[in-house]
């Protein structure tokens, strides 16, 4: 039986993702702000770490296209370890 405190893989990963996209989101808002003009850029610097270019498969009835990209930028990073820290201490 598991522990009702115990945290799922499935949370975690929900907690992560939610931080990068928040991350990103600020990131681009950062970089539209007049304030944070002199670090905005090394603030919304993508990072490439992987790439796996888009490949199309045509059965002619439908198109499937896969792709996987990750190009977080350092916003988004820093949201992914604040993601963390949360589900650690919640």
Do not use: Q
């Not at 598991?2 to 939610?18: D, E, H, I, M």
């Not at 790439?51 to 190009?71: E, Q, R, T």
């Amino acid at each position: 039986m598991r522990n009702s405190r115990s945290k799922s893989f499935g949370v975690l990963a929900l907690f992560l993702v939610t931080g990068a996209i928040l991350g990103g989101i600020l990131g681009e808002v950062i970089a539209s702000t007049a304030i944070f003009s002199g670090i905005a850029p090394y603030l919304v610097k993508t990072f490439s770490i992987f790439d796996l270019p888009p490949i199309a498969i045509n059965l002619y009835v439908i198109k499937f296209v896969f792709g996987f990209s990750l190009n977080p930028n350092l916003i988004s990073i820093l949201g992914l370890i604040i993601a963390a820290l949360l589900f650690r201490r919640f």
